[in-house]
Structures are given as structure tokens and as C-alpha cells.
């Protein structure tokens, strides 16, 4: 299940590459058959839509309108949005995954009764499976994750969101998600790749077959083939700077408050305990590896299985820096929500309520985080502080170690870009053999992470 972070350092070169190999004749061949599909007359009378309804793709990919091939520079968007999802987006082969092997032995493995491509407990993520009547014309659900999905039903807007007069806000008014906010667009993501009240991955999907959910905003935004554009300094200035170390420090923040209002939910349901929410490795390792553990000792009873902090491991440094008030509150939360979970037999009540407590003390947090400063300074203190956590990383064992590693990868990358020093330092280097560490979870050696740790506090110094 691990190799899914190397996939995804790997991926955003190979999309690189897709762009840069398709040909042009190929290109345009494919746009003219999109376009003759997308424009057909509408089977709907725009007038006549209403805030709320969903009408699918097509009809968002007419050539004037977001369907053209190249990037045109009439309004202040791409318009070759439609294209670069259909070709290049991965979320259109979201639906296609239900039909495989893989997904039919999950089904079995969930005794679902009937297709995962038919059951509503997988169609939720991976397609636009919204009710019947809220869809202004029957969907096309093999569309998979379409733009509605992320940008909210268009009932309401796709008439007059191209007015003259019409703004962003006024669409956000109509139903539009207010994706240019980080803190929307990292619940819009979390949706379905963390889970919400409709949706989730837990253990049993997980032991069912189903992949681990990790998502972190920056990262995944960057593999993702941006139809969006570039975030220029105006945007910047405007505060509309959504990408690198802020995307980041937001998503993190927004990340573990939703897990936490999960953990919650879960904890008052009949799946508890959910052993989704625990270090996947104090149950899953070959005991012929099992030394150290005795060795670090146990805080609680020896031999129970902990609480995983992945999501905290990392933030802990990013509210220290930027809501220092807030950090002891929350260390010392956390840690009665590790405890109970610990001792396994906690009334579920008294989880779900401290898990509750932690997601309040964010609603804190996030909004300074939003407003807070992040410059290039600040990101290198934060990799200082990450690189020289290595006792407490390690203690948390190899879930945690993953987000310090994608945390240390995006907010390198981060500065890097102005910062050509750096990225010359050999750095990248560096962090590859951090991915290296991670690869195989089971043969991770502590002390040769705590080397490759070193050499980045040498070069971060
Ligand atoms: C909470 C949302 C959610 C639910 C529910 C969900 N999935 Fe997924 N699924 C995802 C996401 C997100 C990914 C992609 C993960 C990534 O690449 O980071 C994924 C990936 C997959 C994959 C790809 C596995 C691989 O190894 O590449 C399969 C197959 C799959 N899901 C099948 C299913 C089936 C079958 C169900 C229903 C029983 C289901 N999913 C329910 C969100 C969900
Ligand atoms: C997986 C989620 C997702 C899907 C699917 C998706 N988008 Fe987006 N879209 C985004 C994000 C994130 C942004 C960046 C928002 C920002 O910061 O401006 C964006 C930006 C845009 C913008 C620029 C808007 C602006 O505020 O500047 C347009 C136009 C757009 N998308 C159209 C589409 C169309 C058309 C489709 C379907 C063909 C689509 N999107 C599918 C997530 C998505
Ligand atoms: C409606 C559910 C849904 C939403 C909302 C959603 N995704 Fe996804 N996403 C999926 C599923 C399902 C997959 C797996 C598709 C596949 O592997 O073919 C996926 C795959 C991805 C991948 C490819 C991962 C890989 O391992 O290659 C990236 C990157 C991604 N999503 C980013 C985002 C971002 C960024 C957002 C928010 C702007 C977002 N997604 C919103 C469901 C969703
Ligand atoms: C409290 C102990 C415990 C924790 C924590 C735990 N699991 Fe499991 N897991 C089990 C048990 C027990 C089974 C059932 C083994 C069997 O099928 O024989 C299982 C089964 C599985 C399976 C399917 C069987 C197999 O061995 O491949 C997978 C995959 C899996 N778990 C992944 C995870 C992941 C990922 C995490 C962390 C997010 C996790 N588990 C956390 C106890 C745990």
C-alpha cells in the first residue's frame, strides 16, 4: 500500500511528459470529437435552471467556453479546462476503477450485494453521483469525478457566470464552491479523499482491499494537471496566493480537523473501533522486527495498540510557529485522546467527545493559519523543525515519518523556486532518500533515516 508516494513523486514528471509528447495532430483530432459531442444543442433551456442542479461536463466543454484545445487569453481563465481534465486528469477514470478485478474483490470483500459500480458506498467518490432531482438532465455517471464535483452545481451560475457585471462571489452566492479559499478547497478534496459525514475509508474497506487515503493539499495540487492559471504575483497581492508552503500549512490544518470530526463520528458508530485510526504498524509487523519496541518501552500498558498521530506529527511544529497560544491545549487534548484510545476500552462517548474538543480547538487555529504570514523565512524554519524531530518521528513510527516526508518535499519545493541556491545544494537528493526510507515500511531502518535527517539539517542550516 505504500508505494502510492513514490507513484506520486514519480507521476508529476510523467505528466510532464504527457503534455510535452502528445502530438498536435493527435490533439486536435481528439478536440474535434469532443466538441462535436459537447456541442450539440442543449437539451435544457439555460433560463429555466435552478440554483442547486447539476448538469455534468458537457455542458461546460463548448470550444467558447471551457472546451477549447490550446489555452486562449479572452477572459481570465484557460478555457482549455474541459480538455486538459479529459486528457490528462485522473478523476475521469475515477468511475473506471469500479469496473475492475480489484474492485469486484473489494465488493465481495465488503459483502456488498450487487456492483461497485452500481453501490452508492463507492459511486459517492468516485463519480458525480448526485439524487435524481437534483440533476437539471440524467448524468452520465461514467464521467467519473467532474467538475461539478469540485466546483459545486452550476444550475445556478452557468448562464450568467460569463456576464458582463458577474464575479466570482456572485457565482459563490449561486452555488459555485469557493475554491480560490484554501480553507473550502482543502474540505472540497477531503471530501473524498479523507471522508465526510456521507463517506469514508475505514479499516474494513482498507482490509477489504482498498487503498489508504493520504492526501495533502500542496502535493496533490501540483500532480493534479492545473487548468487553472499560473498564481501570479497579482494574485498573490490580491491574497489569492493559493499554492506551495500556504496550500500547504491550510491543508494541514483543515486535514486534521476534519479527521478528527471523523474519528468522532466513528467513534459513535457501530464500526468502533475503527482500526483505520490507529498506527497501522503496531499491529501489522513481522514480530522478528519487534525489538525496538520493547526497547522505547510502552508509555501505557505494553502491547496495545496506539492512536496514530500522522496528522499531527507535522502540524504540531506549524501551530507552534504560527499559534503558539494554542499549542499546549492542544498537546495536552491530543494526548488524553491517545491515552483513551490506548486503553482500547474507553466508553466511545468519551472518544468522541475528545476528538470533538481537539476539532474546536482548530476552529482556532485554521483561521490564523489562514491570515498568518508564510514566506520562504518561515518555511525553512519549519523544515529546521521537522528535520530535528527525528526522536519524537521516530517514536511515532513510519505513518507519521510519511508526512513529515511530504511536508519536508512541498515546502522545499516551495522555496526552492526562489531560492536557487538551495535547489543546487543537492537537496532533492536528499529528500529521494528520504522517499527511499519509506518505501518498504516493514524494513525501515531507524538509523538510516536518522542519517538522511542529518544531512538535511546540514543543508537547511
Ligand atoms: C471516501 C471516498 C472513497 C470511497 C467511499 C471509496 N473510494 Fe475508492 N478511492 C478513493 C480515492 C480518493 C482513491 C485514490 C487514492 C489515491 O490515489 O490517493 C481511490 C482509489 C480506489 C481504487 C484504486 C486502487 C489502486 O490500487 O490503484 C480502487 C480499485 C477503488 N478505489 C475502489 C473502490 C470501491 C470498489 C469502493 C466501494 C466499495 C470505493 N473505492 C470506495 C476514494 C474512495
Ligand atoms: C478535482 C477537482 C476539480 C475538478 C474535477 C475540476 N476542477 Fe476546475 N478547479 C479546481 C481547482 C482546485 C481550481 C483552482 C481554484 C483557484 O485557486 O482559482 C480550479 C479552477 C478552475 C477554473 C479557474 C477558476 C478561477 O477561479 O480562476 C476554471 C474555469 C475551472 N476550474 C473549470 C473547470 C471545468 C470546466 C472542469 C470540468 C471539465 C473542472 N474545472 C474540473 C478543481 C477542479
Ligand atoms: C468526488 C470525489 C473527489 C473529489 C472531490 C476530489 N477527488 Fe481527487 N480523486 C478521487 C478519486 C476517486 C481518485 C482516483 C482516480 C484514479 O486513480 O484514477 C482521485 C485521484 C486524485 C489524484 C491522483 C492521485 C494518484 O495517486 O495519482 C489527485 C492528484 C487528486 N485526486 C487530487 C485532488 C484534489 C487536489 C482535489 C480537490 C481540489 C480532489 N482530488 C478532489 C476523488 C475525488
Ligand atoms: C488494532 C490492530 C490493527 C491496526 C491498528 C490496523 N490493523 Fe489492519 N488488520 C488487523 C487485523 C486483525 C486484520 C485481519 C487479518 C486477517 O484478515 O487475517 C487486519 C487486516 C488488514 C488488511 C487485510 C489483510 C492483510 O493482511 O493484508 C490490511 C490491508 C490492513 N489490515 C491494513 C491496515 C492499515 C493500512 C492500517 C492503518 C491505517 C491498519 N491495518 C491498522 C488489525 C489491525
Request: net charge negative.
Given at each position: 500500500m505504500k508505494t502510492l508516494l513514490k507513484q506520486r513523486r514519480l507521476l508529476a514528471f510523467t505528466s510532464l511528459i504527457l503534455t510535452t509528447c502528445f502530438s498536435v495532430a493527435a490533439i486536435v483530432q481528439l478536440a474535434e470529437q469532443t466538441q462535436a459531442k459537447a456541442e450539440?444543442?442543449?437539451?435544457?433551456?439555460?433560463?429555466?435552471l435552478q440554483k442547486g442542479q447539476y448538469l455534468g461536463a458537457a455542458s461546460c466543454a463548448s470550444s467558447n467556453c471551457h472546451g477549447s484545445v490550446k489555452p486562449r487569453n479572452v477572459y481570465n481563465v484557460k478555457q482549455n479546462e474541459y480538455f486538459t481534465w479529459l486528457k490528462q486528469d485522473k478523476h475521469t477514470q475515477a468511475y473506471n476503477l469500479l469496473l475492475s478485478k480489484k474492485s469486484a474483490r473489494i465488493a465481495v470483500n465488503m459483502h456488498i450485494n450487487g456492483k461497485p459500480y452500481e453501490s452508492a458506498k463507492c459511486l459517492d467518490c468516485h463519480a458525480l453521483n448526485v439524487p435524481k432531482n437534483v440533476q437539471a438532465r440524467p448524468l452520465d455517471i461514467e464521467e467519473g469525478v467532474s467538475c461539478e464535483s469540485c466546483h459545486g452545481p452550476a444550475g445556478g451560475w452557468i448562464a450568467r457566470?460569463?456576464?458582463?457585471?458577474?464575479t466570482h462571489d456572485k457565482s459563490v452566492e449561486a452555488g459555485?464552491?469557493?475554491?480560490?479559499n484554501l480553507v473550502t478547497r482543502s474540505e472540497a478534496c477531503l471530501a473524498c479523499h479523507q471522508g465526510n459525514t456521507q463517506k469514508s475509508v475505514g479499516h474494513e474497506l482498507i482490509a477489504a482491499g482498498h487503498p489508504v487515503l493520504i492526501f495533502e493539499l500542496d502535493n496533490y495540487s501540483a500532480v493534479m494537471p492545473a487548468h487553472w492559471l499560473p498564481f501570479t504575483d497579482k494574485r498573490k497581492k490580491q491574497g489569492e496566493e493559493t499554492d506551495g508552503a500556504r496550500a500547504w500549512a491550510v491543508g494541514q490544518a483543515v486535514a486534521f480537523r476534519e479527521g478528527m470530526l471523523q474519528l468522532a463520528r466513528r467513534a459513535r458508530s457501530e464500526d468502533w473501533p475503527d482500526f483505520s485510526e490507529m498506527k497501522c504498524y503496531t499491529c501489522h509487523h513481522t514480530l522478528k522486527f519487534g525489538a525496538w519496541r520493547q526497547r522505547r518501552g510502552y508509555k501505557l500498558k505494553a502491547g496495545l495498540p496506539h492512536w496514530n498521530p500522522a496528522r499531527y506529527a507535522v502540524l504540531r511544529h506549524l501551530v507552534k510557529t504560527l499559534v503558539p497560544e494554542e499549542r499546549a491545549k492542544l498537546d495536552e487534548q491530543v494526548e488524553s485522546l491517545a491515552d483513551y484510545i490506548a486503553k482500547i476500552n474507553t466508553p466511545p462517548e468519551i472518544v468522541a467527545k475528545t476528538a470533538t474538543g481537539v476539532a474546536q480547538t482548530m476552529e482556532r487555529v485554521i483561521p490564523k493559519i489562514m491570515q498568518a504570514k508564510v514566506d520562504d523565512a518561515l518555511t525553512i524554519k519549519l523544515v529546521r523543525l521537522i528535520s530535528n524531530d527525528v526522536p519524537y518521528l521516530i517514536q511515532a513510527e513510519v505513518d507519521s515519518i510519511e508526512q513529515a516526508v511530504m511536508a519536508i518535499n512541498a515546502l522545499v519545493s516551495s522555496t526552492a523556486r526562489s531560492n536557487p541556491a538551495l535547489a543546487k545544494s543537492g537537496i532533492n537528493k536528499t529528500i529521494n532518500k528520504l522517499y527511499k526510507d519509506i518505501q518498504d515500511p516493514e524494513r525501515f531502518d531507524r538509523d538510516q533515516f536518522a542519517d538522511h535527517m542529518a544531512e538535511l539539517q546540514r543543508l537547511v542550516k
Open positions: 450539440r444543442p442543449e437539451l435544457f433551456d439555460p433560463k429555466s457566470h460569463t456576464e458582463d457585471g458577474e459555485m464552491v469557493d475554491l480560490r
